[in-house]
């Protein structure tokens, strides 16, 4: 099912060999059920904040007969989990905002797993997040999946300082060679410059664009 879905099927492939990985924001469960179906992860344990969403997960993997691999936890969050194994903790189709709040708010057993994170937006705020945490992220890259581009990170305990072009293009430079990277700078160039096009000159935010347009264009190849 996974193999449809280039976005899924990029974070799974980021996945690590694992005792017990988090599936934060379960949803349909396909995280889970592929984790668990390739002896990725000995244990899920699967979470969302909505019990319809919840239940989609627990359906699947009782069709899949791997229920028994699998906790289901109806909650907020990470702030109700806690196993000492776990390892890894996937976070993905969520808002940045939502992301920072989740990992600001985590349990203890789940301080020093990896992380995975898809956040649909606000990608600067969550990597000065993982920075305040104490995270080092190892990739930060960009997936296209039919028409729409995302980010994703993956982080692990440890110490890191970001300049502006880290913070702004992403925090490893040798993600920005991959040709799906290079589209969404274009792409995100031309949409920032179509904006600025339209603002009145000396006007502060206008300021703001072009400096991002800037440090987007020192990245371009
Ligand atoms: C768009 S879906 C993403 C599903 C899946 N993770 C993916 O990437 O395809 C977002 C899911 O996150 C859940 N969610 C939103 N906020 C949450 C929170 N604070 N804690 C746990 N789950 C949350 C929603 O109920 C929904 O099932």
Request: net charge negative; aromatic share 6%; proline share 1%.
């Amino acid at each position: 099912m996974i193999r449809d879905y280039s976005r899924l099927a990029e974070i799974v492939s980021l996945a690590e060999r694992s005792k017990v990985t988090v599936d934060v924001g379960c949803d349909h469960g396909f995280v889970t059920e592929y984790l668990l179906r390739n002896q990725i992860a000995d244990k899920v344990i699967a979470t969302d904040i909505s019990e319809k969403c919840l239940a989609k997960t627990k359906k699947l993997l009782e069709k899949k007969e791997l229920s028994s691999k699998a906790d289901f936890l109806q909650c907020d969050g990470l702030s109700q989990v806690h196993d000492k194994d776990i390892d890894q903790i996937i976070i993905a189709g969520m808002g940045g905002g939502t992301i920072v709040s989740i990992l600001d708010n985590m349990s203890e057993d789940c301080k020093s797993a990896r992380l995975i994170l898809q956040p649909m937006n606000e990608l600067r705020d969550v990597r000065l997040a993982l920075c305040r945490l104490g995270y080092k992220i190892t990739r930060d890259l960009i997936v296209r999946d039919e028409d729409k581009y995302y980010h994703i990170l993956v982080a692990s305990i440890g110490t890191q300082e970001l300049t502006e072009t880290q913070i702004y293009c992403g925090a490893v430079a040798a993600d920005y060679a991959s040709q799906d990277y290079q589209d969404w700078l274009a792409y995100t160039i031309q949409s920032m410059q179509n904006i600025v096009k339209d603002m009145p000159e000396n006007n502060e935010r206008r300021a703001k664009f072009l400096r991002a347009i800037d440090i987007l264009k020192s990245v371009k190849n």
